[in-house]
């Protein structure tokens, strides 16, 4: 679950630090501050939100368990980090340290005041996006599946998964708002994933809209008594596909 916490992380809580977090308190933004001690990043990382700045100040060759131990860290609870300091330090940090990439950079000399207006522009951003209906798509195409979620990112929050073994997987910890579920994949079908999801006392309830180049009548009345929401074509345009995701959801909150 994503949310709008934010975590300040430094090899000491310096000024700039301290004014950062004292404006965006003002605007009741709930902030921690860590060094980068393992055992202090561990202590408070069952607060951490969506949102982690690294301010890069003297780093030495102490805070290197520190960094190796907040990148998992990050990686694990799926967090966006951003790196502040001086540009030839933070692309060492990136090269030695964060080499799959980070979300963001701020080069020293930085101003707290229009430090914290950018990240209050992210706080409102990761507020929209918990606010967004949630989907999960369930296909073994990985081409079907980065068009769907290319087609909904702009309303939806959207999961894409490639198996029914990694939707059951992904259930056991989230529930989505509606499941995108394909007629036709390997080791179980949408058809057989659907009757495992119906008998499910806790997740049975969960609305499910086939997606699917099945189109024959057969296919269509084997899963009605499973009562999906609806059945859809993949040949169908973008603008029919969101169309009727965004009916179904109208006529939900209706």
């Known amino acids: 679950m994503i949310d709008t916490r934010v975590l300040f992380v430094s090899d000491r809580e310096t000024f700039i630090v301290q004014s950062i977090i004292k404006k965006l308190e003002a605007e009741k933004v709930e902030c921690t501050f860590s060094t980068l001690q393992v055992k202090n990043l561990s202590d408070v990382k069952s607060r951490i939100g969506s949102l982690v700045y690294l301010y890069i100040d003297d780093q030495n060759e102490s805070d290197r368990e520190g960094l190796t131990y907040l990148r998992d860290l990050c990686a694990d609870k799926n967090c966006s980090l951003y790196l502040i300091g001086y540009k030839e330090t933070i692309e060492e940090m990136k090269e030695k ?42 296909d073994d195409s990985g081409v079907m599946l980065s068009t769907i979620k290319s087609w909904l990112d702009e309303k939806y929050r959207v999961t894409p ?91 939900q909150k209706a």
């Open 97 to 138: 340290y964060f080499p799959a990439g980070i979300a963001g950079e701020f080069y020293r000399p930085v101003n707290a005041g229009q430090l914290a207006a950018e990240v209050l522009k992210e706080v409102s951003k990761d507020a929209d996006f918990i606010n967004r209906k949630h989907i999960l798509v369930v």
């Open 161 to 251: 998964v490639n198996s029914a073994l990694n939707a059951i997987t992904f259930l056991s910890k989230e529930r989505p708002d509606l499941i995108l579920l394909d007629y036709e994949m390997p080791a179980c079908s949408g058809k057989q994933f659907l009757e495992m999801l119906r008998s499910d006392s806790e997740r049975g309830d969960i609305p499910v809209i086939f997606l699917t180049g099945r189109d024959d009548a057969e296919s269509v009345r084997s899963v009605l008594a499973l009562k999906p929401a609806g059945y859809l074509l993949k040949s169908l345009p973008k603008e029919k596909i969101v169309g009727e995701i965004d009916t179904f959801f109208a006529k």
